[in-house]
Nanobody
């Protein structure tokens, strides 16, 4: 499975961006897909995860109500709609495929990663 993330960029605080992650190869199977992020000097952290069907989601508290994860299985693509962006959302965002159908927030439960896309939010 190869994952290609895109959609990052520079945006002012309060603005919006939509990230996309397209899979190729053996694609999604029945496993979850997630977004993580890594800010400069910090560890990679969980942002959001979605089930294979797309009926279950989970978010880190800091993005609840602002970010929405979704997917289109026909396009092998998962999205992260980010609204009301804050400077603390600045990070490289990575998409990842899970090892199972569990909505995990643990880094070790994901075995395929995209290359990352940079999101910079200016104040």
């Amino acid at each position: 499975v190869q994952l290609q993330a895109s959609g990052g960029g520079l945006v002012q605080a309060g603005g919006s961006l939509r990230l996309s992650c397209t899979a190729s190869g053996r694609t999604f199977s029945t496993y979850v897909m997630a977004w993580f992020r890594q800010a400069p000097g910090k560890e990679r952290e969980f942002v959001a995860v979605i089930s294979w069907i797309g009926d279950r989601t989970r978010y880190v508290d800091s993005v609840k109500g602002r970010f929405t994860i979704s997917k289109e299985n026909a396009k092998n693509t998962v999205y992260l709609q980010m609204n009301s962006l804050k400077p603390e959302d600045t990070a490289v965002y990575y998409c990842a495929r899970g090892r199972s159908s569990y909505l995990s927030s643990a880094f070790g439960d994901y075995d395929h990663w995209g290359q990352g896309t940079l999101v910079t939010v200016s104040s």
